[in-house]
């Protein structure tokens, strides 16, 4: 077990991390925003399946690619989160238990926009253990996993990397706090989690349920 106290920020990914990949939240958002693409830039739905895959790859955000590919205002594009379908996204009761035993800040650093996180974490029912929503308006459109938006991220909420620890369902998005000398945790919840990029170094502990794993792991 790690001692709870040596940890002054909780640092969480939203989307795939706080609740599992099978609610099918991402892949709502990916049609919905290939939908809307196809529309503006007048092209058919397959081409815009591969435009998104391209401006994901180039720029590693489908709203920054946009906007500096095509000049596209990033509000325009996050009215497309308002319809998505969460009927289905419960309270998270286990989650929430385990998040309310933490001493310290917990911030969201997503690439998602502030509306969309709020919401989410509302529906889970643990909006209200989070301090600070580090989205991808705050964050100027750098996404994860660019190192500059971390250490604008440290900056920002005068965060001291080596008393911090990080979850996070994409490998990738953990090298850089790792490189700063934050803790990290894979959260398996999606197929690219279990990618040979999870066995890297820049990964300190694997996570299958993140409400077990903190319950489990942390003690006051």
Same mark, same amino acid.
């Given at each position: 077990?790690?001692?709870?106290?040596?940890?002054?920020?909780?640092?969480?990914?939203?989307?795939?991390?706080?609740?599992?990949?099978?609610?099918?939240?991402?892949?709502?958002?990916?049609?919905?925003?290939?939908?809307?693409?196809?529309?503006?830039?007048?092209?058919?739905?397959?081409?815009?399946?591969?435009?998104?895959?391209?401006?994901?790859?180039?720029?590693?955000?489908?709203?920054?690619?946009?906007?500096?590919?095509?000049?596209?205002?990033?509000?325009?594009?996050?009215?497309?989160?308002?319809?998505?379908?969460?009927?289905?996204?419960?309270?998270?009761?286990?989650?929430?238990?385990?998040?309310?035993?933490?001493?310290?800040?917990?911030?969201?650093?997503?690439?998602?926009?502030?509306?969309?996180?709020?919401?989410?974490?509302?529906?889970?029912?643990? =909006?209200?253990?989070?301090?600070?929503? +580090?989205?991808?308006?705050? /964050?100027?459109? !750098?996404?994860?996993? *660019?190192?500059? #938006? &971390?250490?604008?991220?440290?900056?920002?909420?005068?965060?001291?990397?080596?008393?911090?620890?990080?979850?996070?369902?994409?490998?990738?998005?953990?090298?850089?706090?790792?490189?700063?000398?934050?803790?990290?945790?894979?959260?398996?919840?999606?197929?690219?989690?279990? =990618?040979?990029?999870?066995?890297?170094? +820049?990964?300190?502990?694997? /996570?299958?349920? !993140?409400?077990?794993? *903190?319950?489990? #792991? &942390?003690?006051?």
């Amino acid at each position: 077990m790690i001692a709870s106290n040596n940890i002054e920020n909780w640092v969480f990914d939203l989307d795939n991390t706080l609740y599992p990949a099978s609610l099918g939240i991402i892949e709502q958002a990916r049609e919905k925003v290939v939908v809307y693409m196809a529309d503006l830039l007048k092209i058919t739905h397959e081409e815009s399946i591969h435009l998104y895959r391209e401006l994901h790859k180039d720029y590693g955000s489908i709203m920054r690619g946009l906007k500096i590919k095509h000049n596209l205002q990033p509000k325009d594009l996050f009215e497309t989160m308002r319809g998505l379908d969460l009927s289905h996204v419960l309270p998270d009761i286990k989650l929430h238990k385990a998040l309310s035993k933490l001493k310290g800040r917990k911030i969201i650093f997503t690439n998602a926009p502030q509306l969309h996180a709020e919401t989410m974490l509302e529906k889970l029912g643990i =909006l209200q253990h989070f301090d600070h929503i +580090y989205d991808i308006s705050a /964050a100027n459109y !750098i996404p994860k996993p *660019l190192p500059e #938006t &971390y250490n604008n991220f440290l900056v920002k909420y005068n965060i001291n990397p080596a008393n911090s620890i990080m979850f996070e369902d994409v490998p990738m998005n953990l090298k850089p706090a790792s490189d700063l000398g934050m803790m990290t945790v894979l959260v398996r919840n999606n197929p690219e989690s279990f =990618l040979p990029d999870c066995k890297k170094d +820049y990964i300190d502990h694997i /996570a299958d349920d !993140i409400a077990e794993w *903190l319950h489990n #792991t &942390y003690m006051e």
